[in-house]
T-cell receptor, first 110, second 114 residues
Framework: AQRVTQPEKLLSVFKGAPVELKCNYSYSGSPELFWYVQYSRQRLQLLLR??SRESIKGFTADLNKGETSFHLKKPFAQEEDSAMYYCALSGQGYGQNFVFGPGTRLSVLP | ETGVTQTPRHLVMGMTNKKSLKCEQH?????MYWYKQSAKKPLELMFV???????ENNSVPSRFSPECPNSSHLFLHLHTLQPEDSALYLCASSQDAGNTGELFFGEGSRLTVL
C-alpha cells in the first residue's frame, strides 16, 4: 500500500536559517513524488515534483530510493515561506491516485 | 474564470438537510477528485472520476453521494450528515487519473454540520 509520512507537524526556523522538511514513503513500485504547499488563505498548489529536478522558490528535493525519502530543503528560509507543506506520492499505472502525507507547518520567524 | 472553482465557499447545514457542493474546472482535464481536509486527517481522498466514470470510492459513507455529469463538473450531494463531517471539502482535477500528473485544487467549500 502507498503511504507517506511527515514526522514533523510543526517546524519553526529563523529567517536566513536552512530548512529541511522530511518526507518518507512506502511504495512497492516506482513512485512519483511531489511537494504541495498551502499558503495562508490560498489554495493548495504544486511546489515541485521530483521528475522535474527543478528549484522552485529556492526549494529543492531529491528522491532517495534507498532511504525512501523525498526531503524538501532550502538553504536560507524567508518569512514568506511560512505555510503548510504536504508531501505526496503517486503510483504508476491506471487508477493509482495521489496519497498525501499529514503535512508540516513551517513557521519562519523574523 | 479559469482553474478550479468551488461553490459555495461556506455552508452551514443541519443533520436533516440535503445540500450539494459544486465544482467546475476550466482546464480541459478529464479527472476530478473530492478530498476532505480536517484537523484529524489533513487530506483524505474521497472519490475519483476519470472520463466521467467513478474509479475510486475510498470507503466513504453513503451520506456522501458524488455526481459527475461531464468532465468539467463534479458535485457532492450531502444528506443526513453528522457533526464530524464538518470539514473543508476540496475539489481537484488532473489531466487524467492514469497519468502521474499535477493536481489542481479549488479553494474549497467549508462545511459546518450543526
Amino acid at each position: 500500500a502507498q503511504r507517506v509520512t511527515q514526522p514533523e507537524k510543526l517546524l519553526s526556523v529563523f529567517k536566513g536559517a536552512p530548512v529541511e522538511l522530511k518526507c518518507n514513503y512506502s511504495y512497492s513500485g516506482s513512485p512519483e513524488l511531489f511537494w504541495y504547499v498551502q499558503y495562508s488563505r490560498q489554495r493548495l498548489q504544486l511546489l515541485l515534483r521530483h521528475i522535474s529536478r527543478e528549484s522552485i522558490k529556492g526549494f529543492t528535493a531529491d528522491l532517495n530510493k534507498g532511504e525512501t525519502s523525498f526531503h524538501l530543503k532550502k538553504p536560507f528560509a524567508q518569512e514568506e515561506d511560512s505555510a503548510m507543506y504536504y508531501c505526496a506520492l503517486s503510483g504508476q499505472g491506471y487508477g493509482q491516485n495521489f496519497v498525501f502525507g499529514p503535512g508540516t507547518r513551517l513557521s519562519v520567524l523574523p | 474564470e479559469t482553474g478550479v472553482t468551488q461553490t459555495p465557499r461556506h455552508l452551514v447545514m443541519g443533520m436533516t438537510n440535503k445540500k450539494s457542493l459544486k465544482c467546475e474546472q476550466h482546464l480541459g482535464h478529464n479527472a476530478m477528485y473530492w478530498y476532505k481536509q480536517s484537523a484529524k486527517k489533513p487530506l483524505e481522498l474521497m472519490f475519483v472520476y476519470n472520463f466521467k466514470e467513478q474509479t475510486e470510492n475510498n470507503s466513504v459513507p453513503s451520506r456522501f453521494s458524488p455526481e459527475c455529469p461531464n468532465s468539467s463538473h463534479l458535485f457532492l450531494h450531502l444528506h443526513t450528515l453528522q457533526p464530524e463531517d464538518s470539514a473543508l471539502y476540496l475539489c481537484a482535477s488532473s489531466q487524467d487519473a492514469g497519468n502521474t500528473g499535477e493536481l489542481f485544487f479549488g479553494e474549497g467549500s467549508r462545511l459546518t454540520v450543526l
